[in-house]
């Protein structure tokens, strides 16, 4: 089918949802605008409700059939991605980041791991920064009370969210580990555009062989953008449309046969960056 004749379905198919949802909501007698305005602005919110339902029951069935993977220490596995070598790698160079981080800012650090998942990257930070103060996040709820219930400390607390659209709680750094290459381009610009934080560390897989458009888009759930199987196509790229963000890559890492892992620094600090992001956001939503 031809991009033409999807987007003329979508376009039927949302008139037709107003027209019905205007019926239940006012009647069939003639409405003002200002009444119009208020039922469509109800329908946009229903719509985004929906989407935040999907996207929780997504990663819900994800971790329920193990689609990752399992481990027998845990209920919840995250993937090879936070494997022993991976995860000692990463925690090795993030904790003297974040120590440089400490420094300069002359007092203990607070992070905010958006997607944290089954805490065994961030459980290894912890123990690693002893005065470091951990948020961890994730959409699952089952998998927060679960990471509650075991780890929760005085410099360790857990938070149900969705970060595409809830509030992010304060913090002086966020970590995003793996979380974007399951979402959609629009739900990463919306991440990025109310993030709170000085800066972020963003880790991305990425193909051996970087072939194809790029940031090529994709529905929310399990897999990637690129075929890891071959190690050939295009992850994302936060330093390329439709996102052009300035990035520094900090660290990768090698994770056989077919991917690295690479962590880019991202500065938040720039106002004209966040409405830059905002513009984009509303562009790629319309």
């Not at 966020?174 to 963003?202: E, G, K, W």
Request: hydrophobic residues 40%.
């Amino acid at each position: 089918m031809s991009i033409a004749s999807n987007v003329l379905r979508r376009a039927f198919r949302a008139a037709t949802s107003l027209q019905s949802f205007m019926l239940d909501e006012l009647g069939a007698a003639k409405v003002d605008a200002k009444k119009m305005a208020a039922a469509f602005d109800r329908l946009v919110n229903r719509s985004a409700l929906d989407q935040r339902e999907r996207r929780r029951r997504t990663f819900q069935s994800i971790y329920n059939r193990g689609v990752w993977g399992k481990d027998e220490t845990t209920r919840f596995f995250s993937g090879v991605g936070s494997n022993p070598a991976a995860a000692e790698f990463y925690v090795g160079q993030m904790a003297a980041l974040l120590e440089r981080h400490a420094k300069e800012l002359g007092r203990p650090l607070t992070i905010v791991d958006l997607g944290c998942g089954d805490f065994r990257i961030g459980k290894a930070l912890v123990e690693r920064l002893p005065a470091l103060t951990y948020i961890g996040c994730d959409i699952v709820p089952e998998l927060i009370a679960y990471n509650a219930a075991r780890y929760t400390s005085a410099r360790v607390r857990f938070q149900t969210l969705d970060a595409v659209c809830d509030p992010l709680p304060e913090g002086d750094v966020c970590l995003v580990r793996q979380v974007f290459q399951h979402l959609t381009n629009n739900d990463i610009l919306s991440v990025l555009t109310h993030m709170p934080y000085p800066c972020a560390y963003v880790s991305e897989g990425q193909p051996v062989r970087r072939i194809g458009p790029v940031n090529p888009d994709k529905v929310v759930g399990a897999s990637v953008r690129f075929d890891w199987r071959t190690g050939r196509g295009r992850g994302v790229e936060l330093n390329q449309p439709p996102f052009d963000l300035p990035s520094q890559e900090v660290f990768r890492f090698s994770l056989p046969p077919n991917e690295v892992i690479i962590t880019e620094r991202l500065d938040l600090t720039s106002g004209a960056l966040a409405k830059g992001l905002a513009n984009k956001a509303s562009a790629v939503s319309r």
